[in-house]
């Protein structure tokens, strides 16, 4: 079976800058894959690339066996869905923001999504802006939910969320990862790898320099 | 009294060499000079105040003065009676030019914005004066072409100017929002559809209060023109309301059009938000 990412040779440059380098990594399905490193290792990058927010500069980057490069980008962004470091509110209240993701949710279907987040129907009301972190990123995880991927990238979601919050999402996320969605965690916490990942890829230097299973 | 009769009076014939009557505010060399006082006021409060601008004002103020007296002499040879229309017309064309030129550079850190530029003051300029030559608001004679098409060019460019700008600071400020709308399979337009309006808002709203404003708090530019020369407040009051529609019309085609045409120099076709730098600073 076809890896769930293949990066073959790639590198990602900016301005001169190389951010990646010569990057030969396969992620498997399925599971949790935490990709841990320092502050500007690149590891934020590698999971830019899987969701087509960033492009290699050099190399292949193939989606189950095929170049992304050639994917219909809305498509493949919804397949493999990405919640960021943090809670980004668009205007207007939750259900507003829900909207963004699927025009068509009905009151009940987003009551569902949010319920699926641990969140109650009410916030449905609630000016998204006006949320604590930790429901900012739920509602957010939310809203990413609704296009149903397949694939959930995470980059370093519990960065800016208190403990509570930051295992709340841990555990969320976890569920996910049990009922088939194949995780992407990035994180440069080594507990959190540790607690998370069924596999792991050290970044460092915008190399990979170990990988564990 | 016959508006296009007042707009054909030759504000730049050898009469503007002589000193105007009371009556009518027609500036001779003595009224130019005796209006430098005003400027000898700005370079006295700039040494009052320590602003260090003195010798920027004298050098505006020359430029000024010699771009007006070149493009009176050009305006001269091209406007007037019998003249033909073609050299209008060119006229017209090297505004257009010179225009998407200065827009470029004055937001820079839009790629490609010459192009875009010209189109969309030529979308306004089309608009505009099919509907003011082409109703019949005025007459199309090359006395009325080359100012009304330079009203319309000016204004738009300054509309052009923030929508761009305004378009990319807002993008480039709220990269964050636009990547997460992007994220979510949003294409290019849809995610940076927020921004767009913001900067389209940004440029009508002032043209708007203006509009809104005119009479009771100034008497605009054209008006006050007019009334100088000596043409009956209420001609000069139709004149000053089609120049105001102008003005407000060409701003929202220009800012249709660039809407259209900033979201593919900006984004990559794969729906990917380029880098955009922050422009050098100047100082």
């Avoid at chain 1, 500069?57 to 493999?80: I, K, M």
């Avoid at chain 1, 923001?97 to 009940?108: E, F």
């Avoid at chain 2, 505006?60 to 010699?66: E, N, R, Y």
């Avoid at chain 2, 509309?159 to 400020?173: C, F, G, I, K, Q």
Wanted: net charge neutral.
């Amino acid at each position: 079976m076809a890896a769930l990412f293949s990066f073959e040779g790639v590198a990602v440059a900016f301005q001169g800058v190389k951010i990646l380098a010569d990057v030969d990594l396969e992620l498997p399905e399925g599971g949790c894959t935490v990709l841990v490193g320092p502050s500007g290792s690149g590891k934020s990058t590698l999971l830019r690339l899987c969701n087509r927010l960033e492009a290699p500069t050099a190399g292949l980057l193939r989606f189950r066996g095929e170049d992304v490069a050639l994917l219909d980008p809305l498509r493949h962004r919804r397949r493999v869905g990405m919640v960021f470091q943090r809670p980004i509110a668009f205007g207007g209240n939750v259900l507003d923001n829900l909207r963004v993701a699927r025009p068509d949710v009905t009151a009940a279907g987003a009551a569902e999504a949010l319920a699926r987040v641990g969140l109650p129907e009410l916030f449905l009301e609630r000016e998204q802006a006006t949320l604590s972190g930790g429901e900012g990123q739920r509602a957010c995880l939310a809203r990413t939910l609704l296009a149903e991927p397949e694939v959930l990238l995470l980059d370093e979601p519990t960065a800016s969320l208190d403990t509570d919050a930051a295992a709340g999402l841990e555990r969320l996320a976890m569920s996910l990862a049990a009922g088939g969605t194949s995780l992407l965690w990035v994180t440069h916490d080594p507990a959190q790898a540790d607690r998370l990942a069924d596999r792991l890829v050290v970044v460092g230097g915008g190399r990979v320099e170990a990988r564990w299973t | 009294m016959d508006v296009i009769a007042e707009l054909s009076r030759p504000l730049l014939s050898p009469a503007f060499l002589v000193a105007a009557t009371a009556d009518t505010g027609r500036v001779g060399p003595l009224g130019l000079a005796g209006s430098l006082v005003l400027v000898a006021v700005v370079v006295a409060v700039s040494r009052w105040r320590h602003l260090d601008l003195g010798r920027e004002v004298v050098v505006a103020c020359t430029l000024a003065l010699v771009q007006l007296l070149l493009v009176g002499v050009g305006l001269g040879l091209v406007v007037g009676d019998g003249h033909p229309l073609w050299p209008s017309w060119i006229w017209v064309a090297v505004m257009l030019v010179y225009a998407a030129w200065i827009t470029s550079r004055r937001a820079p850190e839009v790629p490609g914005l010459f192009g875009l530029a010209w189109v969309a003051l030529a979308a306004a300029l089309a608009v505009s004066l099919a509907v003011v030559f082409g109703l019949g608001v005025f007459n199309l004679t090359s006395r009325t072409l080359v100012p009304t098409a330079g009203l319309i060019v000016g204004n738009a460019l300054t509309s052009t100017v923030v929508v761009a700008r305004r378009a990319v600071e807002d993008l480039r400020d709220k990269r964050s929002e636009v990547e997460a709308r992007l994220a979510l399979g949003l294409p290019a337009e849809q995610a940076a559809r927020p921004h767009i309006r913001s900067a389209l808002r940004t440029a009508l709203s002032p043209q708007i209060e203006r509009t809104r404003a005119v009479g009771l708090v100034a008497l605009p530019g054209a008006m006050t023109g007019l009334l100088l020369a000596g043409v009956d407040p209420l001609v000069a009051v139709a004149v000053q309301a089609v120049v105001m529609y102008l003005v407000l019309g060409s701003a929202a085609v220009v800012g249709a059009v660039l809407a259209l045409g900033l979201i593919p120099r900006l984004f990559t076709p794969d729906h990917r938000l380029r880098p955009l730098p922050r422009p050098a600073d100047p100082t």
